[in-house]
């Protein structure tokens, strides 16, 4: 397991990205964490495990969700989709 980073989610939950192997395939972990009262962080159901054939595709949603939320949501009017 290989943990490439985390971003704080909110003030008591953060979201890691961790490199794993399961039944002899890799995956990117996109994982969310709580908070507990002793303090240290510990994995929720919360997240998706991204196989190199899914997460480049997945990474280009994101950039075109990161340039959308930038420059205002619009849906496209034809597929209810947006862009």
Known sequence: MV??????KNSR???R???TEYRG???V???VYYEAENGEYRPTRK???LSLETILPVIEFLK??????????????ETGATS
């Open 3 to 8: 943990q490439f980073g985390e971003v704080l």
């Open 29 to 31: 972990d996109l994982r």
């Open 64 to 77: 075109e969700g990161a340039k959308a939320l930038k420059e205002g949501l619009e849906t496209d009017q």
């Open 13 to 15: 939950e953060l979201i």
């Open 47 to 49: 997240g998706v495990a």
């Open 17 to 19: 990205v961790i490199g």
């Open 25 to 27: 395939h890799r995956f």
